[in-house]
Each structure stands twice: as structure tokens, then as C-alpha cells.
């Protein structure tokens, strides 16, 4: 994958059954480096608040910003950007396949947009009495959750093609959460603070809002989760700025992407390609690297 004749180290770590591959990209050349490359021009500038993929397109919002940076996930070059006229705060973004759509948290609302821009919605709305601030999304089939990190602790999911709500998960009150992902067994994995304790912990959670089991080992502030087929759990923590690895049991595998494949950038926001097996990492002050997790 490296360019004939640049200067490139490739560099891998084989970690339980997987081997971490890195690769990064600069937005002034458009050329793919290959290996622990760092760069004050990496594909986005800005703090990057959501990362996402949808087929052969990655989807990039930044803080304050109203555009979606698209860029093609294979040559990494920059496309034309998607503007959403009246997106003010993104805090997160998603994509799903069966609707061919993305979805935008911002204040007070979800805005649901065409892969190509065309059709662009405010499509999920709360007034400020409703104390529902949506901050994170992820999307499981075609279900999305949405995740309040103020107001009521709450998840709230809903059919991505219709929009309509299929449940609210109420979460124990000591909970203030940064992000949840349905599990593959129906259950959702959450990240969050309890407060009054300043601790961070991971957890399983039933759909009644029982914690089932959770995991609280080594974590600092984690920011962002992903969870693959088979239940395993990528967890971004921004304060120890690592990626963790998890098994469907909670329990700690690996710091499977360290500080220093990081370059000492904090890690905010995940994304984890299934067929191409990518994960894609938004860092708090700007730029969005790309990791092969391939099976060994």
C-alpha cells in the first residue's frame, strides 16, 4: 500500500488473535503513508466530534462545523463535502446500510441525510423540557440509539427508516453516559462516568437497565465505543489516549493501539468497518487515522 519510493516504515504488533496494521493519510498530498506516520495535515482539521463509514465513503463532522467531510475510504482522497444548512453543534455522527443513510446529533435534534446530500432532514426533535440532549449515536441493523450525556439518563432507540421510537432503556442514576452500542445478544454496552465519584466504567446493560456486568480496570476517560460480530469491544480512552480491546465478557484483552501508534493524540471518536476490517479514529484536536484489524 505504500507509494513507490516515499519514505514509509510499515509496522505491525500482533495482539491475542489479532494483527494492528496502521495507516494514515495527509489531506495536503492525498498520498496513503503506511506506518507510525504523524503529520500536522491529517485528513480533517478541527476537533473531529464523529467519524463514520458508509460502503466506500468515510464521513467526518467537526466541532461548530455545518459541513460533513466525506473522503474515499479506499485512496483516502477528499470528495466534495456535504453542507447541512443548520446543523450548529454535531456531536456525533452514524451511518446505516439498509437505509443508505447518515445520521447527525446535534442540539436538541438528529438530522437524518442522503449518503450523496440530496435529502437532507431534521428528522428527530426535543425542546429543552424534555431534558433529552442527544451527544452520541451508533447503529445496529436498522436501529439506531441515541445517547443523552445530560438531562435524563437515558437510551433511546428507533427504527432508522421511520423514525419511530422502539424503547427507552433508563439507566441507573449514578450513570452519566458518554456512549452505547447494542450488543449482538440484544443487550447494550455503555461507557460512562459515575459522578460523584469522578470513575469511568464500561458496562453491559439489559434492556430493562440492569447492569449485567461491567469493567472499571485501567480505564481514564472513555470517550467512544465500537462493538464487532462477535461481541468484541474496541473502546477509545481519550485521557490515557490508547484504544482498548475488550471480549463479549468485559474482561481486558489488550491496549490493542497505544499512546505512541497514536502519535500522543487523545482519541474521541471510533468507527469499525466489518468487510474491510478498519478502524477508524477521530482525535480531539484534528485529524482521523486509519488501523487494519485483521483476524490472524
Not at 519510493?5 to 494483527?19: M, R
Not at 479506499?74 to 456525533?92: F, K, Q
Not at 439507566?171 to 443487550?187: G, K, R, W
Request: net charge neutral; charged share 20%; with cysteine.
Amino acid at each position: 500500500m505504500a507509494t513507490p519510493g516515499a519514505e514509509s516504515a510499515v509496522y505491525g504488533c500482533i495482539v491475542c488473535d489479532y494483527l494492528v496494521v496502521i495507516v494514515c493519510y495527509t489531506e495536503q498530498s492525498g498520498q496513503l503513508l503506511v506506518g507510525l506516520c504523524y503529520s500536522e495535515q491529517l485528513c480533517v482539521v478541527g476537533y473531529v466530534q464523529g467519524v463514520t463509514q458508509l460502503r466506500d465513503v468515510v464521513y467526518v463532522v467537526s466541532r461548530m462545523s455545518s459541513a460533513i467531510r466525506r473522503y474515499n475510504a479506499t485512496t483516502h482522497r477528499r470528495l466534495a463535502d456535504i453542507v447541512v444548512m443548520g446543523l450548529s453543534h454535531p456531536w456525533d455522527i452514524a451511518a446505516c446500510e439498509l437505509t443508505s443513510r447518515l445520521y447527525v446529533a446535534d442540539y436538541l435534534c438528529v438530522w437524518r441525510v442522503s449518503s450523496d446530500g440530496v435529502d437532507i432532514q431534521r428528522w428527530l426533535t426535543w425542546l429543552p423540557s424534555d431534558r433529552f440532549e442527544p451527544c452520541t449515536l451508533s447503529v445496529t441493523s436498522s436501529r439506531l440509539l441515541v445517547t443523552s450525556h445530560r438531562g435524563d439518563r437515558q437510551l433511546r432507540q428507533f427504527d432508522a427508516a421511520s423514525g419511530d421510537e422502539l424503547r427507552r432503556v433508563r439507566l441507573p442514576d449514578y450513570m452519566e453516559p458518554y456512549h452505547a452500542v447494542e450488543s449482538p445478544t440484544a443487550t447494550f454496552i455503555v461507557d460512562y462516568i459515575i459522578t460523584q465519584l469522578a470513575h469511568c466504567q464500561v458496562s453491559e446493560v439489559s434492556t430493562e437497565g440492569q447492569v449485567l456486568r461491567q469493567f472499571s480496570d485501567s480505564l481514564g476517560v472513555p470517550q467512544h465505543i465500537v462493538v464487532e460480530r462477535q461481541g468484541n469491544i474496541f473502546v477509545a480512552d481519550s485521557r490515557k489516549r490508547h484504544i482498548l480491546l475488550l471480549d463479549a465478557q468485559l474482561a481486558l484483552r489488550r491496549v490493542i493501539i497505544d499512546a505512541r501508534q497514536l502519535n500522543g493524540r487523545r482519541p474521541r471518536r471510533l468507527c469499525y468497518t466489518e468487510q474491510s476490517g478498519q478502524l477508524l479514529v477521530g482525535f480531539e484536536k484534528g485529524g482521523v487515522a486509519v488501523f487494519d484489524v485483521l483476524r490472524r
